[in-house]
T-cell receptor, first 111, second 114 residues
Framework: GENVEQHPSTLSVQEGDSAVIKCTYS??????FPWYKQELGKRPQLIID?????GEKKDQRIAVTLNKTAKHFSLHITETQPEDSAVYFC??????????FGAGTRLTVKP | DVKVTQSSRYLVKRTGEKVFLECVQD?????MFWYRQDPGLGLRLIYF???????EKGDIPEGYSVSREKKERFSLILESASTNQTSMYLC?????????????FGNGTRLTVT
């Protein structure tokens, strides 16, 4: 089955800096790549997603890039703020109703 | 707004007990999922269902079963709870078949097996 690896496991940045989280996937048939943010004690919530027919997608300070050839995708957060502190999960799905997640990245934004 | 409701926020059970975790969604979603969340391991798929009475094994189905008798309800069953099943359990639903729509999660059930 699909295997998703996520790096780094922890990331600490200064407020205003950029943060990048990277994921790789194993199954070339995967075609949907969402990113979820989980604040402490809360449910994971979708922040951005990308489909395999698109190379990049941006939503304000958040962007995701996808390299299908290399089978990796990345989350970019610019101008980080303390409220961006959370655990971020990448995921991959190949259209058969199962979604596999990475192990998560704990992002800390220091004021 | 999609609402996925898990019946219990915290549960404490004894080893060997049969445990039921209930999940209800209110948006007529076809797909429902059970994940287990452990530190450093992310979210691991236990079972999913894409229709009433249909179920598919995920990556870690051992020791678990599921039931989907109605479209809005998906139950996770621990036949005989063990201490290694102590974890956070997350239910989720999604709208379309084909796995290309986002998951909507419940608040989770933190299960402790003693």
């Amino acid at each position: 089955g699909e295997n998703v690896e996520q790096h780094p496991s922890t990331l600490s940045v200064q407020e205003g800096d950029s943060a990048v989280i990277k994921c790789t996937y194993s199954d070339s048939a995967s075609n949907y790549f969402p990113w979820y943010k989980q604040e402490l004690g809360k449910r994971p919530q979708l922040i951005i997603d990308i489909r395999s027919n698109v190379g990049e997608k941006k939503d304000q300070r958040i962007a995701v890039t996808l390299n299908k050839t290399a089978k990796h995708f990345s989350l970019h957060i610019t101008e980080t703020q303390p409220e961006d502190s959370a655990v971020y999960f990448c995921a991959a799905s190949k259209g058969n109703n199962d979604m596999r997640f990475g192990a998560g990245t704990r992002l800390t934004v220091k004021p | 707004d999609v609402k996925v409701t898990q019946s219990s926020r915290y549960l404490v059970k004894r080893t060997g007990e049969k445990v039921f975790l209930e999940c209800v969604q209110d948006m007529d979603h076809e797909n429902m999922f059970w994940y287990r969340q452990d530190p450093g391991l992310g979210l691991r798929l236990i079972y999913f269902s894409y229709d009433v009475k249909m179920k598919e094994k995920g990556d870690i189905p051992e020791g678990y079963s599921v039931s989907r008798e109605k479209k809005e309800r998906f139950s996770l069953i621990l036949e005989s709870a063990s201490t290694n099943q102590t974890s956070m359990y997350l239910c989720a639903s999604s709208q379309t078949r084909g796995g290309r729509s986002p998951l909507h999660f419940g608040n989770g059930t933190r299960l402790t097996v003693t």
